[in-house]
């Protein structure tokens, strides 16, 4: 949707007297969308008959109300409370009239020309009306009291999708950026041109239609943030672009890429370094800190428990975190201004290498655990995470911030006579230019 | 115009980042002398950068006149390279220019394949001295350090 889509559909929620005949049009299939969703959720059943033909009579009456432009639509929902009277073998069946009223045929007129007239009776029962519809083709509009599909934002670029209605989704999507003047513009050079996919896995089959269930969750592969190596790609020929800026994930009906699922804006990283630290930073649940032997760095060798982010761990080193330092940590990850903000490099000593395994809320087994090196003879972190390419590594240098990390650290390990010995920062670069000191 | 020495009539952001000392002068003339000599005669250097992830030669990098040279003097870091505005500031330390001259070769070496885009996470950048006749295959494949050449096998950064 478009900045100007979005702001009609505002108009048109905020000022019912006067919306567009399409608009209501919007209101009574939003309203019919709902129901497949209340199937779902909590097992009643439409018209009296089971899901299937309930959602019969829904698209009959829906096609009513299309066809017609219908001033007055009427529907009758049975609730059946079967579990309270199971025991005694009796249903009760409550009916209740629901009427979708709609403006009088007079203010057919104040419909502007040109509104959309995209045949509704075709589309599939309980999806929100897809595309130049502005007000249901957002999947997070708040007027909408559910949704046909909801796209959660997690950390920038992790998304999770969950159909409240039966819908058959293209698995082409697409990663809108805000352009400056506030339209949106998708990416067409994400992933070597192959584009952002509707997958949760970067396994080799990839149908082009998915087909979600009523409550129907999907932890989608995450996009990188970059260009080339986006959500699939695991190794980039050039320099990767990284995309900071306000985003969107946007969804498509399979076999109309025109009706659109708009997923809510998320602000990207300012570089791909940050974004690792976010994700290391999301939702840690538990921690192991350990000493790391710096001569001992294989990236060829597996992870934890024996290598953390590439680097041996020393025998017998380790040891549990406690949940105040890990709110330390994560905080001290998340800070921006505690890290070099540009591109540097160092050639250094390894010394002083500290690990960190922290476990975080993921929805699979491989993404649960975060790899963090510090080597404190250079400053530098490695953060290794897992995506839909494997394990990933980036490095952040964090000179701003070395007295801050020594200090978590030192509390981790407070036996450690070598952490304690440290006096100075080896390296001061600034966290930016603007403030760097006299 | 090539890669320029920082004599003093340069002045990089990094405020760390200072003139090549006097008595240095000589010292990175020559590295710079022999950086070119090693792009002209081992292709295999040329071969490696060009694998780099921005695909530019040695001799590109040897040419660019936006990349300076400069001196720093830090208790840990031989190396130093920020790319910031169009332009890459390198800085070679005070304890390397000590060691010797093909230490501090070394060095720029290794900070050059950063310029040119290999990773902080990986060796790629300490590798480059090894396509560059700096070190050898041997330590390479092994991880054994030799000290008679100023590659460091598994050097991150």
């Known amino acids: 949707m478009t900045g100007s889509e979005s702001r009609s559909g505002a108009r048109a929620a905020a000022t019912p007297r006067t919306r567009s005949r399409s608009a209501r049009r919007q209101q009574a299939v939003r309203f019919h969308a709902t129901m497949p969703s209340f199937i779902s959720e909590y097992g009643v059943r439409i018209g009296g008959m089971a899901g299937g033909r309930g959602q019969l009579r829904a698209r009959k009456v829906r096609s009513i109300v299309a066809r017609e432009g219908a001033r007055f639509a009427l529907t009758v929902v049975i609730f ?34 040109g509104a959309s007239s995209a045949p509704v009776a075709e589309l599939p029962v309980g999806s929100a009306r897809p595309s130049a519809a502005p007000v249901t083709s957002s999947a997070s509009r708040p007027t909408a009291p559910l949704a046909p599909l909801e796209i959660t934002n997690g950390v920038a670029g992790q998304f999770q999708v969950r159909a409240n209605v039966p819908l058959e989704l293209s698995t082409q999507a697409n990663i809108e950026v805000q352009t400056p003047t506030g339209k949106w513009k998708a990416y067409a050079d994400l992933d070597g041109g192959k584009g ?18 009523a409550g129907e969750r999907l932890h989608l592969a995450a996009w990188s943030g970059s260009s080339c190596s986006a959500q699939c790609e695991p190794e980039c020929q050039f320099i990767d672009r990284f995309h900071s800026g306000v985003h969107r994930l946007v969804l498509h009906a399979c076999g109309n890429s025109g009706a659109r699922y708009d997923g809510p804006p998320f602000a990207m990283a300012a570089s791909a370094r940050e974004l690792w630290r976010w994700r290391a930073a999301a939702g840690i649940q538990g921690g192991q800190v350990f000493r790391l032997d710096p001569h001992g760095l294989d990236e060829k060798k597996a992870g934890p428990p024996e290598y953390i982010a590439g680097f041996q761990v020393v025998k017998a080193s380790g040891r549990p975190v406690a949940p105040e330092l890990l709110v330390d940590l994560a905080a001290w990850l998340r800070d921006r201004d505690g890290f070099v903000q540009y591109d540097v490099s160092k050639r250094c000593m390894q010394g002083h290498v500290v690990g960190f395994l922290l476990h975080v809320t993921a929805a699979r087994l491989e993404e649960q655990t975060v790899e963090v090196a510090l080597n404190l003879a250079c400053n530098v972190s490695y953060v290794t995470t897992r995506d839909g390419r494997g394990r990933t590594n980036q490095s952040s240098h964090f000179d701003p911030s070395w007295a801050r990390i020594l200090s978590i650290v030192r509390r981790a390990l407070p036996d450690d006579s070598e952490l304690a010995a440290l006096r100075e920062s080896p390296t001061n670069f600034p966290a930016n230019f603007d403030h760097q000191p006299n | ?25 000589a010292d990175a003339q020559w590295i710079r002398a022999q950086a070119k000599a090693i792009a002209n005669t081992k292709p295999t250097a040329n071969a490696y950068f060009r694998s780099l992830p921005k695909h530019r030669t040695l001799s590109a990098l040897l040419a ?72 050898n295959l041997f330590e390479l494949h092994t991880g054994i350090d030799l000290p008679d050449t100023p590659y460091r096998p598994g050097l991150k950064g």
């Open chain 1, 196 to 213: 952002y996919h509707l997958r949760e896995s970067c396994s080799p089959e990839l149908p082009a239609c998915r087909t979600l269930a």
């Open chain 1, 80 to 113: 059946e409370k079967n579990a309270w009277f199971r025991s005694g073998g009796a249903t009760l069946s409550v009916a209740i009239w629901l009427a979708a009223c709609h403006g009088p045929a007079s203010r057919r007129a104040e419909a502007k020309p």
């Open chain 2, 64 to 135: 660019d006149g936006s990349i300076w040279v400069s001196y720093f003097n830090s208790p840990a870091a031989d190396g130093q390279t920020y790319t910031l505005g169009g332009f890459s500031e390198v800085a070679i330390d005070a304890r390397m220019w000590r060691a010797g001259r093909a230490t501090a070769l070394g060095v720029l070496i290794h900070e050059l394949a950063h310029v040119n885009g290999a990773p902080d996470e990986t060796t790629q950048a300490e590798d480059a001295l090894v396509h560059c006749g700096l070190g």
């Open chain 2, 1 to 25: 115009m090539g890669i320029q020495l920082n004599f003093g009539d340069h002045i990089p952001k990094f405020k760390d980042f200072r003139p090549i000392p006097m008595d240095l002068r």
